[in-house]
């Protein structure tokens, strides 16, 4: 059967994962569920069998293991999620024995869905060829720089034609911007970003300006290499107003989200001894000193401040020094914005 793997993908199709959960958790695409055939553990013995006596034995291991209630609970969850959501489709691995499974016993639960041809693999080809692709396509790329907390990510996100890296890597892309769930694994990322392109429609790609790497996981290095090379829309915002910004970003929202207090002012600790080494041990001191105090007093400026004028705002000069030859159009929120929609 001929399917456009492309097309599912970009259309947000729900997918029935039937790998094992170890299977699962080492990547996935959107849309995808997981609803294995048979656990970790029972995976592992059909894997023994196999090794020993062959595929046949391996088959019968496999129904022994997956039969009665536990079929039935089993099936029962497929038949949830294909009639919560109409159009799904089933994969394994390879689009072969667990699918085929899978797919016989939805039918004679009287509910026929479509196997993926070539399973997993098969989609993880089709999202790598996509960032390939991407990288070499005639649509213009702009990139949104600007120092931290100027707001650049508030104001991608207002965008309809960007892709936002961040939130697809769940990391705000610095030394503090670990959230407190733990980031996808680079497949998943690579997958949602593959998927995020296939959806993409306008006349010119918008992305905040990244380094190779949000958090532990890295952008495919076309895609790093051709955003060194795009025009450069640059972001002027005061420092009080960055310092807000973070404040807002960084304290406040996620207290409100119910961080606790004593949690966040550890994270951030954890974060400012990692930097040490750049920022140097007085200064870390220092910037440590003053977000104790914040978190017991309240007034977080004064750390913030610290913090971008001896760690970020050296940095950031540093790396716009090579930028500045491909900025195309600077100044503040507004006069951004305007550019960067009549880009669109």
Known sequence: MN??????????????DVRAPAEFSRGTVPGAVSLPLVSDEERARIGITYKQQGHDAA????????HGPIRAERVNGWVEFARANPGAWIYCWRGGERSAIVQQWLAEAGIPLPRVPGGFKALRHTCIDTLEGAARDDV????????TGSGKTTLLRSLPHAIDLEAL?????????????????????????????????AATLVLEDESRTIGRLALPE????????????LLEVSLAERCANIEREYVTEPLADGVPPGALHARYSSALARIERRLGGLRRRDVQAA??????????????????????????????????????????????????????
């Open 169 to 201: 890597a769940e990391h705000r892309g610095s030394a503090f911007g670990a959230y407190a769930d733990i980031q996808p694994p680079p497949v998943t990322f690579e997958n949602r970003l593959a998927v995020a392109w296939l959806g993409h429609r």
């Open 222 to 233: 076309s895609w790093h290499g051709r955003m060194q090379a795009s025009s450069v829309a």
């Open 3 to 16: 399917v456009d793997l492309a097309a599912l993908l970009r259309t947000g199709t729900p997918f029935i």
């Open 59 to 66: 088959v019968r291991v496999g129904h022994r293991l997956v």
């Open 291 to 344: 977000l104790d105090h914040a978190f017991a007093h309240g007034t977080h400026t004064c750390w913030i401040e610290r913090l971008l004028a001896w760690y970020y705002d050296p940095l950031y000069d540093y790396q716009l020094a090579a930028k500045r030859p491909r900025i195309v159009t600077q100044g503040d929120v507004g006069r951004v914005r305007a550019f960067l929609l009549e880009a669109a």
């Open 140 to 147: 213009p790329w702009l990139i949104l720089a600007g120092r």
